[in-house]
């Protein structure tokens, strides 16, 4: 297997990594492996034992993103399947570049700084770095707009 | 026969043994050392609230030996059961960690009364606090629970549990040093865990656990969907119905828990953001849930200590809370008009992925949650009548759900939420210990003298300082030490003993959560779904939609109290 594995959680800031790796498969005649990782670590602040049924419900929202991210790729004429992990996004990423033997993986890089998260600037540099030495995969890190404040 | 005579051998035994222990308690009720005078009285403090676990000894005058001694009771009560030698002069030596110790003489008339097996009644006894180390140590330790709890430095439960253990390692390790550092005993902490509290929200949450998983939000969701027919300025309204009404019964956080993702689908299906829509909901989630008293955990705490039933909350705050939700509806389709004008037709294939999230998925257990959760309504409005507290209403309605669906039990107690029972168990403790050295007396002291006999200006500072505190301060905790003190202005301010500062408090600390994404545990959780989705709710995005909200909804269910009590 080969291909490129694009890492999203939705929203207007996965759009343009969608649109490289839409981009990227065309060029060079790749699938799409679109990966969307249930995270709770918001949950640990909070006082709440309902950590099961919040990841089912973050697990069938992935899906309904990963539907729409898939549709996007289909539209253009490229095979696209989506892959729902649960666990550390960074972590995740890896296994499913190791399984899934990817060339490429696109993450997305915030424009502007916001709020400190798996996909901050300064940590995803890092991270691209990590996966090419641990996986065959090229690391493509593209520019977002994270402005999507109502 | 050899049967009957066992029994007869029985019943003599048990004859004799009662017979026994009858006279010897005949005897010590009649000890030749004791007189049959008894000097009684009642020891309070300076919000003429009784006292408990004082010390009282009798003394012969210039003699450190006790004639006599006992503790007050919860009512403040003591009796003191006279010697049969009773010498000519007598003191009564009071005393009690954290107040004052007082020594009082018996004047030779009492005494003569004494003797003449009469008993006597002392007036009231005041007691003056004192503060010492305790007093500082116990407030420390609760400000830093309040901080810990407010950076995330710790989670809540353990920031409490360790203002709990810290204010033991001081009583016990530090007492055999100087008595001025003991708070309280063990026995003396558990003393102010109010139990009705943790039983009600552990009967509450076994009832959620079941209704959670049923699908019912999922399908009133996308219900809420299918009738707007898409229209957003019809669809937002409806859901922000829904996740107030099921806030008012279950808890803001499990509400919002399982609205967001569903509501986070329906905006990406018609194309606005998804934030249009859950900050409107959560927003609901905060002020409708005031509505009842099992609504939110505040109002658990304030219904337990001021007695306040389902009822009263319904009928004294429901108005109040339609008037506030009304206004936030019109507030939330203005403010968010941008983005919900850019709504569109769903997609087929969206829509059939919502269609097929909108199931229920376990109807026989919904059914049967709903019978009880119909019969535990039933219970909460009526059961005033029998006296029936809420907690028990809330155990066995929960307890007769399980009998009925048998679920896995190691499931349903895997859904309590032990980590929030132990959070109160020890919030309560910490808070009891501040209450203890008398720091609540003096806050109380303070806003009494500030407010004065105003009770529009009581009530208006004790709702805004709920909802501005809120907005910065985690409002259960902020609860659990307001409480003491809003029950002495009840008692001290003329016009307050309808209990309408019970309710100032539960509005302001409710509502004030829309404040700022800290000020509600239920605003913290939507923002993590929220952003783990790719659509991040900032502190500041948060603050500049929710301070609004809170301004005008505070304002309008004020003007509803003002009106109802007042007028």
Known sequence: MSGIVCAIRGGPSSQST?????ELALEYSLPIYFVYVVNLDFMAHSSSSRVHMISQELEHLGEFILLNAKSKAEKMGVAA?????????????IEVSREYDANFVILGQPRRKGEEDFFSDKRLKVFASNIEEKTNAKAVLTEVNQNNEA | MKRK??????????LGISIALLWQGQDSLASPEENEAWIVGIIQDNHNAPVEEVQVTLHASGSDAPLSETL???????????????????????????????????????????????????????????????????????????????????HNTLAALTGTALLFVVSYLGRPF?????????????????????????????LIAVIENTGIFQWLSYFAYRISGGRVWLLIPVLMLITGIASAFLDNVTT?????????????AIGINPLAMIIPEVFASNVVGVSTLVGTPTNILIGSYGDISFNDFLANLTPGVILAFVGLIIYSLLTFKKDLSQAKTASPELLAMLAERGKITKPEHLKKAGVVGAGMLLLFIFGERLHLVPAVTALVSATALMVWIKPDIEEMIDA????????FMSLFIV??????????????????????????????SVIWLGAILSVFVANIPFTAAMLPIVGYLTLTVPGAETKVLYYCLSIGAALGGNGSLIGASANMVTAGISNSVGYPITYATFFKKGFPAMLITVTLATLWLLLHFLL
């Open chain 1, 18 to 22: 969608i649109e490289k790796a839409i």
């Open chain 1, 81 to 93: 399947e989506g892959i729902i992990r649960h666990g550390e996004v960074g972590n995740e990423i």
């Open chain 2, 5 to 14: 005579v066992l029994w007869v051998v029985f019943v003599g035994l048990l």
């Open chain 2, 72 to 154: 007050t009771q919860a009512d403040g009560h003591y009796t003191l059961v006279m010697p049969k030698e009773i010498p000519d002069s007598l003191s009564i030596q009071i005393s009690r960690s954290h107040f004052r110790s007082i020594e009082i003489n018996l004047t030779s008339e009492e005494i003569q009364n004494l003797k003449s097996g009469r008993t006597i009644t002392k007036p009231a006894i005041t007691l003056e606090r004192q503060i010492g180390a305790a007093f500082w140590i116990a407030t420390i330790i609760f400000v830093l629970v309040l901080v810990l709890i407010a950076t995330g430095v710790f």
């Open chain 2, 178 to 206: 100087s008595e001025t550092l003991f708070i309280f005993n063990f026995h003396g902490a558990i003393k102010y865990i109010d139990w009705n509290v943790i039983f009600l929200v552990m009967g509450m949450m076994i």
């Open chain 2, 256 to 268: 919002m828990l399982l609205m967001t993702p569903i509501s986070v689908q329906i905006a990406l």
């Open chain 2, 416 to 423: 309590v939420d032990w980590t929030t029972l132990v959070f």
């Open chain 2, 431 to 460: 808070v009891g210990a501040i209450q203890e050295v008398g720091l609540i007396s003096i806050i109380a002291d303070s806003i009494g003298k500030m407010v004065g006999d105003s009770l529009v200006l009581t009530m208006l």
